[in-house]
């Protein structure tokens, strides 16, 4: 017998008691026999005994060491940024990353006036830092590219996985702390960040939005400073037109927090909890039946 998964497996010596209690009952039981043998007239006896219940009898105490056992059982069973938003950034996706189940293929597309597929769906946690860390700095936001680019990905990769139910489920994590550039004639272009997000809904394509960033951020360009704030509105649109979550973090800890969340979500992990509530009640409830089965037939406790 495997002691693994017990949280405190030395309980388990209180077994013994039970042993020694249904032994201690046995022993009683053929010294009362043996007492009354002895001392009795076998043929009044006979007569004025009621009749005996056979089995029944017992069954009390058979009642009550199974009630232990489950009690006895139940002891043992048993988760504007400094320093800058792009460090903040690969911080928490890389933390993000780490965290997930072994299992899940993850890939990485960037997008700046282009979007890029830095790495192809995959279980090579170690690409994806590496790919995360080599992220840099460039202008324009083309958000509809990004999403583009990610479903051809997605799509690539279901392929060489698809079965007989269909591609294999996905999502995509869009984190963006700036407003759509490119195309300049809007999110509802057919290369829009809006357009996109239709077509994900349609392709069962759930996309996790993040605006990242407070309000009053800026860059320095040719020597101006530019305001960037996170784009809010357009953010909570892409994730309601694909079916997906709707995320605002102003700061590395709440970006943290979000990607802790999306784990959750995505991924799945392995926890040991307490399961000893519906064994209490289930040995506490045998133990009352015993009791109540003794007083029945014996009128009195075994």
């Keep these: 017998m495997s002691l693994a998964g017990f949280a405190s497996p030395w309980w388990l010596l209180l077994l013994a008691v039970l042993g020694a209690l249904v032994v201690g009952y046995l022993l009683a039981q053929r010294s009362r026999r043996r007492r ?42 048993a988760t504007d940024i400094e320093p800058n938003r792009l460090v903040a950034a690969q ?7 780490q965290q997930m189940t072994p299992g899940i293929n993850l890939g990485l597309v960037a997008f700046s006036g282009t979007a890029t597929t830095l790495v192809m769906p995959t279980t090579d946690r170690t690409a994806m830092i590496q790919a995360v860390d080599a992220l840099k700095l460039s202008e324009a936001t083309a958000t509809g590219d990004g999403l583009h680019a990610a479903m051809n990905a997605i799509d690539s990769f279901g392929k060489m996985l698809s079965g007989p139910t269909g591609p294999a ?18 999110e509802n272009s057919p290369n829009g960040s809006f357009t996109r997000a239709r077509e994900a809904k349609d392709a069962n394509i759930p996309i996790s939005t993040i605006a990242f960033g407070t309000q009053h951020g800026t860059v320095e360009i040719d ?24 995320y605002e973090a102003a700061s590395a800890p709440e970006l943290r927090r979000v990607y802790d969340t999306l784990s959750e979500q995505i991924g799945y992990e392995t926890k040991h909890t307490d399961a000893s509530k519906p064994w209490l009640i289930l040995g506490t409830l045998t133990a009352l ?14």
Excluded: C
């Design 36 to 77: 009354v043998l002895r001392f009795a007239n076998l043929a009044m006896l006979d007569r004025v005994m009621p009749r005996r219940r056979g089995w029944l009898r017992h069954a009390p105490v058979a009642l009550l060491g199974v009630a232990m056992v489950l009690l006895v059982s139940l002891s043992m069973q």
């Design 91 to 97: 911080d928490a996706a890389k933390r993000f990353v």
């Design 169 to 186: 489920p996905a999502r995509i994590v869009l984190m963006s702390d700036g407003k759509q550039t490119i195309p300049q004639d809007g």
């Design 223 to 246: 020597g101006k400073q530019e305001p960037v704030p996170a784009d809010i509105p357009a953010m909570q649109e892409i994730a309601k037109l694909s079916g997906g979550e709707y």
């Design 289 to 302: 039946i015993a009791a109540g089965w003794s007083l029945l037939i014996g009128q009195r406790l075994p």
